[in-house]
Nanobody
Framework: QEHLVQSGGGLVQPGGSLRLSCKAS???????????LAWYLQAPGKQRELFAS???????NYAESVKGRCTISRDYRRKTFYLQMNSLKPEDTAVYYC??????????WGQGTQVAVSSSESWGQGTQVTVSP
């Protein structure tokens, strides 16, 4: 079982919103409370970069590119932290990773989740439906 399990993401239209989750199911609660929680993104062809974090004290930090559009939060009872992103732009397209750093410096990463911000339409392959009496 992975230390961090991410959920959320997918295809979003420009101006839309999404919420990513990162569950630290293997971490005991007392450690989770003393852990710095962070979100990184890795755009195509670029390095992974930090853009949001929340310290055990509750202090949050955001990259300039997402300030005002992004909120990091945590739920101790669920040992889960979240990233709420609003007013999404095509340049937000990236793989998003969650990361924890505990008080001893132990680091864990989530598996990554793809977020694509695009107004392109996509069609499925079609499915035959037959209604017979």
């Amino acid at each position: 079982q992975e230390h961090l399990v991410q959920s959320g993401g997918g295809l979003v239209q420009p101006g839309g919103s999404l919420r990513l989750s990162c569950k630290a199911s293997r971490m005991i609660l007392s450690v989770f409370r003393q852990t710095t929680l962070a979100w990184y993104l890795q755009a195509p062809g670029k390095q992974r970069e930090l853009f949001a974090s929340i310290a055990p004290s509750g202090t949050t930090n955001y990259a300039e590119s997402v300030k005002g559009r992004c909120t990091i939060s945590r739920d101790y009872r669920r040992k889960t932290f979240y990233l709420q992103m609003n007013s999404l732009k095509p340049e937000d397209t990236a793989v998003y990773y969650c990361k924890t750093t505990d008080s001893r410096g132990t680091i864990h990463w989530g598996q990554g989740t793809q977020v694509a911000v695009s107004s392109s339409e996509s069609w499925g392959q079609g499915t035959q439906v037959t209604v017979s009496p």
